[in-house]
């Protein structure tokens, strides 16, 4: 049984976060460390540690995560401009909180995918 983060606790509302978005499969709140003008992690509101637990159970979750991705995106005014989105996958990938999320980062121009 994988264990907690910090993030069941900001879907259950146990914890502060701005939330954006909540439904029956998904949360999107506000990153606590923003990275862009824009930056807010979506979340499935069940604990998957990574992109490797996902299931094909877990389609109906991951494909909200890009939905509403898209609608925050509009929301904020940054869909015509462009955004990023990400999911980063255990140590090479940079994950540090072991809940899947997909980081929506947008408001200014991003730069290249990847510094080398
Ligand atoms: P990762 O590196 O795992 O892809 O990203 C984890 C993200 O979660 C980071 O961008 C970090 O700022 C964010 N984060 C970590 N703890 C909290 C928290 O307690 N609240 C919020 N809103 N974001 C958090």
């Known amino acids: 049984m994988a264990e907690e983060t910090i993030f069941s606790k900001i879907i259950r509302r146990e914890i502060p976060a701005e939330i954006l978005y909540q439904d029956d499969l998904v949360t999107a709140f506000k990153d606590i460390s923003p990275r862009a003008p824009q930056h807010v992690l979506i979340v499935p509101n069940i604990l998957i540690p990574t992109l490797n ?6 389609e109906p979750a991951l494909g909200r995560m890009v939905t509403v991705a898209a609608k925050l995106a509009k929301e904020a005014g940054i869909d ?3 955004y990023r989105l990400i999911i980063n996958c255990n140590q090479h990938g940079g ?10 980062l947008g408001g200014k121009p991003l730069g290249p995918m990847l510094a080398v």
């Open 80 to 82: 015509e401009d462009g």
């Open 95 to 104: 994950q540090e909180v072991f809940h899947i999320h997909m980081h929506l």
């Open 53 to 58: 637990d996902v299931k094909a159970a877990d």
